[in-house]
């Protein structure tokens, strides 16, 4: 991805993206819908005795950086909100106690909006049931899904669920540490067996919402709209996180590492002025009904209703040849100047 660091470039990667969904012709058809969610994970600011946990803000330690964050997502969360868009808020540990601290009534915000607040937990340092805790603590209602599991230890994590944190019934995110190459990218919901999560077993205490190639570019949505299985509920998450969105270089009280000039693609409203753009692409897919923005818990619940009329006939599922931050690069997100 090429290095700049000017609104010029924003601009063009606006205009790109509009010139080339402009150009595409959406017809309904008579497949069930693409369920989209965007998700926003909060990561927790220890972990294994580090603090502060590198490249993550201290949200619980810091008020300035704390208001900062809570003020970029709420406005986050009001533009998707116009888009009719739905957000599932996963959210750590750390970030509810800076929400408990420092900005009482985000959660509270948010949720008016319609999205959810899930919890979001590697349990590296506290357990799902206290993440869980920690979010209703400050004011928020903690839906049923749990995110941020590593695969190469769910078969473990399933079992552990049944007794430590039976709150949790809906799973979203199984993915390899550090969101590398080979993680499972199915874009469809199953329930997940315990000899291989990958495939549903019937009787299944908990349902998995597949996130597909979780890539932040419409030619994805549109990709992702193109292969629906008309016997699955097909699904795709889009995908960001708190700390993309800096501050203005130079803010009061905030850590340099945390701010940026405010040309940059890093600035927070130039952020959230490409998601502005992102979701309005997706207006006439929402419109001829072939996508529909619902939260996890929401897609949970419909699959729910629905599951008896579906098929489960896949003997693998499909894995992310490279790794979360490359694809995103290849699709010309901006993640960087």
Not at 254 to 262: F, P, Q, V, Y
Not at 306 to 318: C, G, K, Q
Request: charge should be negative; hydrophobic fraction near 40%.
């Amino acid at each position: 991805m090429l290095k700049h660091s000017s609104r010029a470039f924003i601009g063009l990667i606006l205009s790109l993206v509009a010139c080339c969904c402009d150009n595409w012709v959406v017809d309904a058809d008579d497949l069930p819908p693409l369920y989209l969610t965007i998700v926003i994970h909060t990561e927790e600011d220890t972990a294994q005795g580090v603090f502060p946990k590198a490249n993550i803000p201290n949200y619980d330690g810091d008020e300035a950086l704390m208001r900062h964050f809570a003020m970029a997502m709420t406005a986050f969360a009001q533009m998707a909100a116009r888009h009719g868009a739905v957000i599932s808020f996963g959210s750590d540990w750390t970030f509810s106690r800076g929400v408990a601290l420092y900005e009482p009534d985000f959660y509270a915000n948010i949720e008016a909006l319609g999205h959810d607040v899930d919890a979001h937990a590697h349990e590296s340092h506290v357990l799902y049931r206290q993440v869980r805790e920690e979010i209703a603590a400050a004011g928020g209602h903690p839906t049923r899904v749990a995110s941020g599991l590593n695969e190469e230890e769910i078969q473990e994590r399933l079992t552990y669920f049944d007794t430590a944190a039976p709150e949790f019934q809906v799973l979203w995110g199984i993915s390899l540490p550090g969101h590398g190459a080979g993680e499972c990218t199915a874009p469809w919901v199953w329930r997940p067996s315990r000899d291989d999560w990958t495939q549903h077993d019937p009787n299944g205490n908990y349902i998995y919402v597949g996130h597909g190639e979780l890539v932040n570019s419409i030619q994805a949505v549109r990709q992702a709209a193109e292969n629906r299985n008309p016997e699955r509920m097909n699904t795709i998450a889009v995908f960001t996180t708190p700390r993309e969105f800096k501050a203005a270089l130079g803010s009061a009280g905030l850590d340099e590492a945390w701010t940026a000039s405010k040309d940059s693609v890093e600035y927070w409203e130039n952020r959230i002025a490409w998601w502005d753009n992102f979701l309005a692409q997706i207006a006439s897919l929402r419109d001829a009904g072939i996508v529909e923005f619902a939260t996890v818990r929401e897609i949970a619940a419909i699959f729910e209703e629905r599951e008896a009329d579906l098929r489960f006939n896949w003997e693998d599922v499909p894995r992310s040849a490279l790794s979360l931050r490359t694809r995103n690069l290849k699709a010309d997100y901006p993640l960087e100047n």
